[in-house]
């Protein structure tokens, strides 16, 4: 007829062609409620009360209530009495206060006097003190005081915390470490994100398997609290994703954010495996609505810049970090209109990396610094990630920086065509560079453009 404690019956319910009731006034055991409410998913208003214990001597009573109700309020007539099924009668706690365990854990001596008004308060019975100790009854209504430690806290926390005197002679030892620790490495990052603009968010580790397509690789939990959390979150995106949604309902444009975390998963031997990673998000605009400037979109290219600047920070290889656009069916099920760009960095990495890397003084330059641009004409799916790639690979050590200025797209180029105009600088720490030197790398990049990228470049 029902799931008890749990959930009622849909034949046993109530409706308008419903005339005669039988009322049910029960007390169910928290745990086998909870085992039942876990195992067919459903939280109810019921199961929340039961799995905290309720009091047994209240079923009469609100049996009575319910029927005075029905009585006055729906014309109803009694038509039974009561029958009162209590097998196994539960018995008030009994446990035993000792006086010098007040005073060992309070730190305080409370006189017995006021032990024991406190105490009635409560409504613990006193059956007896002797040597120094109560014997006590705790009614069963104080489901949580079952332990000599249970009555000690009930009776501080009635006392008064601040009636607890601090100890004068209070030592703490102070440890100083000169070395940069992995947590220096983090508010570092914190601090740089900070100053960009980014405010950093903490979720919960815990993510829905329905936003996974391949579940494999979940890491499943074994007693979930909802099908909302029933597993370890293998991306760290979902979450992000619902703390975006959260703040665009609220009129909150500009949801620029980072998170450090963790991500989990199962290996083939049937291990588990967790990863740390630092992630960001950028929705919206870099900076606020002002007067003084206009707003600039918070894109993928932004996103990337903050990356860069990371690894440059950090003098790690940018190959630890993934940006991308967000799908729009992922954003939809946040119901997300907004384009949302999402950068993952491989922090456990980024950290070996640093620490690996020695510090070193570079003298300014002596020589001076050459600086070439190119027009390159490509297809829109080509991104600048393929035209960096191909530049360090074939730019010689020269080549220290490489940078977009500008992108075109429309008329005459051709509808799935863009523009984009790149400066690379060159520099030599040996000499000043030739004409003939600088055109040797310049032509070997064109060349390289042309082949992998299909590239037209504009001279």
Known sequence: MCLAGVYGGKESGVSESTKSLFLESALFSPDIVRKGAKQHAINSDASFRFERGVNPENTILAIHLAT????KYADAQV???????????LKPFEVILREETIEKVCGIKISKEKVEQILKGLGIVIESFEDHKWSLKVPYFKGDVTREIDVIEELIRIHGFENIPLN??????LNYNNTLNDRKYELNASKLLNGIGFSEIMTNSLDADKYYEDKERLVYISNPLSIEMNVMRQTMLYSGLNEIAYNKNRRIENTIFFEFGKVYQTTENGGFKEQEQLVLFSSGYQ???SWELKKMPADYYFLKSVVNRLCKV???????????????QEL???????????????WQKLIKQTKKNIFELQPLPKFPMVKRDLSLVLDKNKSFNMIEKIAKQYGSSKL???????????????QNQKSVSVSFNLYDQEKTMTDKEIDSIM???????ENQLNAVIRK
């Open 68 to 71: 005075e109700l029905l009585i």
């Open 79 to 89: 038509g039974s009495i009561i029958y009162d099924n209590y097998p196994n009668i």
């Open 168 to 173: 004068k002679n209070l030592k703490t030892a």
């Open 287 to 289: 900076t606020k609505e």
């Open 314 to 328: 950090f003098n790690v290889d940018e190959k630890l970090t993934e940006i991308k656009e967000v799908e729009r």
């Open 332 to 346: 939809e099920i946040f119901d997300i209109k907004d384009a949302v760009y999402f950068a993952v960095i491989d």
């Open 400 to 414: 220290i920086d490489i940078n977009v200025f500008d992108v075109y797209e429309g008329k005459p180029l051709e």
């Open 443 to 449: 032509s070997k990049l064109m060349e390289q453009f």
